[in-house]
C-alpha cells in the first residue's frame, strides 16, 4: 500500500486525502457552533422577553383587576334590575290573573243562574237533605 504526504491509510485499509478532510472538518465545527449559537443567543432572547411580559404583566394587572371587578359589578346589578323587574311583573300579572279569575268566576255563576242551574250551596244543601233523609230511612227499616 503507497502513501503519499497527503494520503493516509483509512480504517479499510484505503487512503484518505487530508486536503479534503481539514476543510470538511472545519465547516462541520463551524456548523456545530453556529447551531450552538443559535441555541444560546435564542435561549437569552427568550429568557428575556419573558422577563418583558412578566414586567408588563405586573404594571397592568391591576388595571386588569379592576376592570374585572366593575364588570362583575356591572353584571351583578344588571342581574339585580333584572329579577327586581321580573317580581314586580309576577306581581301585577298574578294580581291581574286573580282579579280576572274572580270576574269570570262571579259572570260563569250568574250565566249558570240565569240557565237554570243550581248554585253550588244549593247542592250542597240538597245532599245534607238526601243525607238526613237516608238516615231517616236506615232507622226505619231498623224498627220494622
Avoid at 470538511?24 to 456545530?32: G, P
Avoid at 314586580?88 to 269570570?104: C, K, P, Q, Y
Avoid at 262571579?106 to 253550588?120: C, Q
Wanted: charge should be negative.
Amino acid at each position: 500500500m503507497g502513501t503519499t504526504p497527503n494520503n493516509t491509510p483509512n480504517e479499510q485499509g484505503g487512503a484518505r486525502d487530508k486536503r479534503f478532510e481539514e476543510p470538511l472538518l472545519d465547516a462541520l465545527r463551524h456548523v456545530w457552533w453556529a447551531g450552538l449559537g443559535l441555541a444560546a443567543v435564542a435561549g437569552e432572547q427568550t429568557g428575556r422577553v419573558i422577563d418583558a411580559l412578566v414586567e408588563r404583566g405586573k404594571q397592568v394587572e391591576p388595571t386588569v383587576i379592576e376592570q374585572g371587578k366593575k364588570a362583575g359589578q356591572e353584571v351583578s346589578e344588571a342581574v339585580n334590575d333584572v329579577g327586581e323587574k321580573l317580581k314586580a311583573f309576577i306581581d301585577r300579572v298574578g294580581r291581574s290573573a286573580g282579579a280576572a279569575e274572580a270576574a269570570l268566576d262571579e259572570r260563569a255563576a250568574a250565566a249558570l243562574e240565569r240557565l237554570g242551574f243550581p248554585k253550588k250551596a244549593d247542592l250542597d244543601a240538597l245532599a245534607a237533605k238526601i243525607d238526613a233523609l237516608t238516615a231517616r230511612l236506615e232507622e226505619l227499616q231498623k224498627r220494622a
